[in-house]
């Protein structure tokens, strides 16, 4: 429960080298980017530039099984042609692996993770939250998934839009799984790893990974470093719960008339409309002089009409 309180190097945006503001765009390449994909891409990008700093873009190819053929290079093409252009070389997840294994080994020769074999059926017994059992075994296990031993069990964190996020406890308190037992690297261990390793200071993110922020939090104060600040936005919805993905088919954005999606996703933002041009970047750059961080509803999700 959540109480609240392969394409080439683009510069076409110029950084201020003061600001030490790093944000970044991290979609999955499981399908085209929808209207949600797009409220979240411009959401990142108008904060990094209206703050001055960088906006870089990470594809999360870790989960092969859910991966399209092609996508990732069809995602890069479309944020191109809303003329949303990063800055430095695209970072995929699967050129990390290394590092991803590295950190792993050394967790579990210190004893701060361990295998655990319960079934999805046995953490429902326990009451939903698993109860930590196969990590207190006198004879440790020799295969399964990799939890984390979680110590500190972080509840709580800023969020800069929304203010202070509290999380359910025992959630908060689990020892969460890093690497699954069909052996690829978990979301929370490879995104921690590499928001550190791009040196990010602001998470901009749709609201349904609220309670991952609270994980990730835990998993930044374990390994000894210093977290983003977040800042989640609403989700877009069809009804009440229901969040516009690709997993519920949700139809590719226009990548030849870009101008009306965008001005679309600017509304939904709360930010006022810009003159509709040819060229991408001219209206970027209105949205960027006119953006209000105080004028994105503080909502988790909005209900398209």
């Known amino acids: 429960m959540i109480v609240i309180s392969s394409i080439p190097l683009v510069t076409g945006f110029v950084t201020l080298i003061h600001s030490p503001y790093i944000g970044r765009f991290a979609p999955s390449p499981s399908g085209p980017l929808h209207f949600g994909s797009l409220v979240a891409a411009v959401g990142s990008f108008l904060r990094a530039r209206s703050m001055g700093g960088q906006w870089l873009v990470r594809i999360e190819d870790i989960d092969p099984p859910r991966e399209v053929p092609g996508c990732s290079d069809d995602i890069l093409r479309t944020l191109l042609a809303y003329g949303l252009e990063w800055d430095g070389e695209v970072l995929y997840q699967s050129q990390r692996l290394d590092a991803y294994q590295a950190r792993l080994d050394s967790l579990m020769a210190n004893d701060l993770a361990y295998y655990c074999q319960c079934t999805r059926k046995q953490i429902h017994a326990m009451g939903g939250s698993y109860d930590g059992r196969c990590g207190a075994l006198e004879t440790s296990l020799d295969h399964g998934a990799i939890r984390i031993r979680n110590t500190v069990g972080i509840d709580k964190f800023q969020d800069t839009l929304m203010g202070e996020i509290h999380l359910d406890k025992a959630f908060a308190n689990e020892d969460f799984i890093i690497k699954r037992s069909d052996g690829l690297y978990a979301y929370q261990l490879a995104v921690v790893m590499d928001d550190d390793f791009q040196q990010i200071t602001e998470v901009v993110r749709g609201s349904d990974l609220l309670e991952t922020s609270c994980r990730q939090e835990s998993l930044f104060a374990l390994f000894g470093l210093t977290p983003p600040t977040w800042l989640h936005l609403p989700l877009v919805c069809t009804t009440p719960g229901m969040k516009l993905s690709k997993q519920n088919h949700a139809p590719a954005i226009d990548i030849d008339q870009p101008q009306t999606s965008l001005n679309a996703a600017l509304q939904f933002l709360g930010q006022p409309q810009v003159e509709p041009r040819q060229q991408m970047h001219l209206m970027l750059e209105q949205a960027i ?17």
């Open 289 to 305: 002089s006119q953006f209000d961080i105080d004028l994105i509803p503080k909502q988790t999700e909005i209900i398209l009409s």
